[in-house]
Every structure is written in structure tokens, then in C-alpha cells.
């Protein structure tokens, strides 16, 4: 099986900045993209960024210029670095791993952004 064990979510106030951590472990084998998406209150689960095993990167519309994703492939850990930070960026964060076989979720950590 695999783990996610995420880590830097909390509270910030808006213009500020976090950084997310994502580490997996487990049977992983060859990771084809891992990513964070993100769930609000009464909203459905939405991609923020995602990045292959050949660094490409996506962007939701809303986060370009302000979130960067990055990859250590070694350790087989993602991060997501978000600065300017708005009160609308408040949710649970989840971090997302495809092997070429399915998709792993972690738990998810919660960001707070207060105006």
C-alpha cells in the first residue's frame, strides 16, 4: 500500500504564505504525477496543481502566479508553496499520488486565511 502523510497546513492571514509537504511512501513503485487539490465547505474537491514525473506543471486558474508546485523525486515528496494567500484559498488541502495504476489520497491539512 501507500501512505501520504502531509504536513504545513494552519492559519495565515491573507498576503501571507504557507508551504505544503507531501511525503509518499509504501509500495509506490514509479509515481506518474502528484498533486493537491482542495475541498471548501459545501464546494466539490477541486484541483490546485499537480506535476509530472517529467515536470510539467498545472495550475488552477485561480492560483497561477501565486502557488508553485515542486517535486523531489528521491524522496518522493511534492510541495506547494502559496504566497499572497486569500481568505477564498481557505479549505482542505489534499495531497494526490497516480502510479500509472490509481490514484492515492492523504488525509488532508487545513488552510486558513484570514481576511
Known amino acids: 500500500q501507500v501512505q501520504l502523510v502531509e504536513s504545513g497546513g494552519g492559519l495565515v492571514q491573507a498576503g501571507g504564505s504557507l508551504r505544503l509537504s507531501c511525503a509518499a511512501s509504501?509500495?509506490?513503485?514509479?509515481?506518474?504525477?502528484m498533486g493537491w487539490y482542495r475541498q471548501a465547505p459545501g464546494k466539490q474537491r477541486e484541483l490546485v496543481a499537480a506535476?509530472?514525473?517529467?515536470?510539467?506543471?498545472t495550475y488552477a486558474d485561480s492560483v497561477k502566479g501565486r502557488f508553485t508546485i515542486s517535486r523531489y523525486n528521491a524522496e518522493n515528496t511534492v510541495y506547494l508553496q502559496m504566497n499572497s494567500l486569500k481568505p477564498e484559498d481557505t479549505a482542505v488541502y489534499y495531497c494526490?499520488?497516480?502510479?500509472?495504476?490509481?490514484?492515492?489520497w492523504g488525509q488532508g491539512t487545513q488552510v486558513t486565511v484570514s481576511s
Open positions: 506535476i509530472t514525473s517529467g515536470r510539467t506543471t
Open positions: 494526490s499520488v497516480n502510479n500509472y495504476v490509481t490514484d492515492y
Open positions: 509504501g509500495r509506490i513503485f514509479s509515481i506518474k504525477s
